[in-house]
């Protein structure tokens, strides 16, 4: 489709501006336990894409989706599809601007190669992005109402919402939720962004399920960015480990392999402690109770030693995650993580894929693009710039706009915003109401679609 034509970008026009002078606490000390998409903060925290840009990130490695559709048995077809919801959280490492809030009625769309996708803001309050992404081989489509709670030290991130695959051809659904997310050191220290909690994959049609952990590293350093689980079948029964990093690799191998792998880390450790036993200081006692529980071993592998010691803790910050992994006999490598680009912490630490979202190509309202579609923001375009004044100001001016329209609406017809690309439906699958598109947004009939900018 439209993006092979195009030259890639490989730069922002403008390098952003630093946030070096900007106390974060010196904004958020007054709203602690508040909703942040409620409060008004300076363009400076902020990146030039809005949440629904944002949201196009989960396709980065589409390319899995279309694998997993091309696996003849449901157990490597669960693997591929929980490869994809691990890797379309990877872009998240390290983004610490605020995306813009979308306007409620804007749209976004993206059109690569091999598929094609469709965002709406559907709802303000609550803040609602409804998604719908398809190609010959799978759907993948879902709605995200984020909840972002400032609750002193950190922000914490709820991505209310589930997202769902479907694979025509095997007449399968497949639906999630994302994890929680944590910005750490809001107060003192440096920013650094977590991954946290479970996710359950489920495919609706065969039973069966994919658990995997995204561990919390607070505790334990080693457990940096750390996801692990298991791929059942509809009995339960564990069939394939999955382990890695969120960003940068996620793995494989048979669930066999995984316990003998652990028994016999399990017997190394054991063996080093019971040497060590006849003076055993409390520490070493609790380590060898944690050996038990087995939530993570390191494995002894060559990447360990060239990384080891670890970077020394910078705050509150934890060690280097390159310095341990894993590292099971016949695994295979489901997913990895493309390199950001070199100039990438000058312009937001985007990846390359990012770099790309507000790339005009050839498009042009309203033939070739609907006049609401993100591109079109002038906040976001200046800040992209380099212009934080015209950023706050036109933010300002497109906030106003949007409340006056909406009082303007309910005083003519006393009506709410009925969303132009998407509709509300009950799914028996996760026994909840979704958003689900109403099509026709391809057919690029543009014409009664008003600019909201
Ligand atoms: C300036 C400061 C400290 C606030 C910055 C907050 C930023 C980092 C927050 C605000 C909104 C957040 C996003 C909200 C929802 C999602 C969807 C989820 O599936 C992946 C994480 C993701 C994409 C979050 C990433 C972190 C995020 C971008």
Redesign the pocket.
């Known amino acids: 489709m439209a993006e092979s034509e195009h030259a890639q970008r490989h730069a922002l026009p403008a390098a952003m501006i630093s946030r070096k002078k900007i106390s974060?606490w010196s904004i958020?000390k007054n709203c602690i336990g508040k909703d942040?998409s409620k409060i008004t903060?300076p363009v400076v925290?902020n990146e030039p894409l809005s949440?629904l840009q944002?949201?196009c990130?989960?396709m980065e490695y589409a390319e899995i989706l279309t694998q997993a559709a091309h696996q003849d048995n449901p157990a490597d077809r669960m693997k591929c599809v929980a490869a994809f919801a691990v890797s379309?959280?990877a872009s998240?490492w390290d983004?610490?601007?605020?995306?813009f809030n979308p306007l409620l009625g804007e749209t976004y769309e993206l059109q690569k190669e091999d598929y094609r996708i469709i965002c709406e803001q559907v709802s303000h309050h609550p803040p609602v992005s409804a998604f719908h992404a398809e190609s010959t081989d799978f759907k993948f489509h879902g709605s995200?109402n984020?909840k972002?709670k400032f609750s002193g030290k950190n922000?914490e991130?709820h991505?209310n919402g589930i997202v769902t695959v479907e694979f025509p051809k095997w007449n399968e659904t497949y639906t999630w939720s994302?994890?929680n997310?944590c910005?750490h050191n809001?107060i003192v220290g440096k920013?650094w962004?977590e991954?946290h909690g479970t996710m359950e994959i489920t495919n609706h049609s065969t039973g069966h399920t994919a658990k995997l952990i995204f561990k919390s590293s607070t505790s334990a350093d080693k457990d940096l960015h750390r996801v692990e689980g298991f791929v059942k079948d509809e009995n339960g029964q564990n069939l394939f480990f999955l382990y890695g990093k969120w960003t940068k690799f996620l793995k494989c191998c048979p669930y066999e392999n995984y316990d003998e792998y652990r028994k016999h880390e399990m017997k190394i450790k054991d063996d080093k402690e019971t040497t060590a036993s006849p003076n055993a200081t409390p520490k070493r006692m609790f380590s060898k109770l944690n050996s038990f529980k087995l939530n993570s071993f390191r494995s002894l592998s060559i990447q360990d030693h060239e990384n080891y010691p670890p970077a020394d803790i910078d705050g509150d910050f934890p060690r280097s995650d390159s310095s341990f992994s894993l590292d099971i006999p016949d695994s295979t490598l489901l997913w990895s993580c493309n390199p950001r680009p070199e100039n990438s912490s000058e312009y937001y630490n985007f990846t390359n894929f990012a770099m790309q979202l507000n790339a005009m190509d050839n498009m042009k309202p309203p033939d070739t693009l609907c006049p609401t579609d993100a591109r079109l923001r002038p906040d976001i375009l200046c800040l992209e710039n380099g212009d934080l004044d015209g950023a706050s100001k036109e933010k300002t001016r497109l906030e106003e706009k949007q409340r006056d329209s909406r009082k303007l609406k309910k005083s003519e017809d006393g009506g709410d915003f009925t969303p132009r690309w998407f509709k509300k439906v009950y799914s028996p699958f996760t026994k909840s109401e979704v958003w689900l598109y109403s099509g026709s947004y391809w057919n690029r009939d543009y014409e009664t679609t008003n600019s909201l900018f």
């Open positions: 974060v958020l942040l903060m925290l949440f944002r949201l990130e989960y379309a959280l998240n983004r610490l601007g605020k995306p995200i984020p972002i922000v991130v991505p994302n994890v997310c910005v809001i920013l962004i991954q």
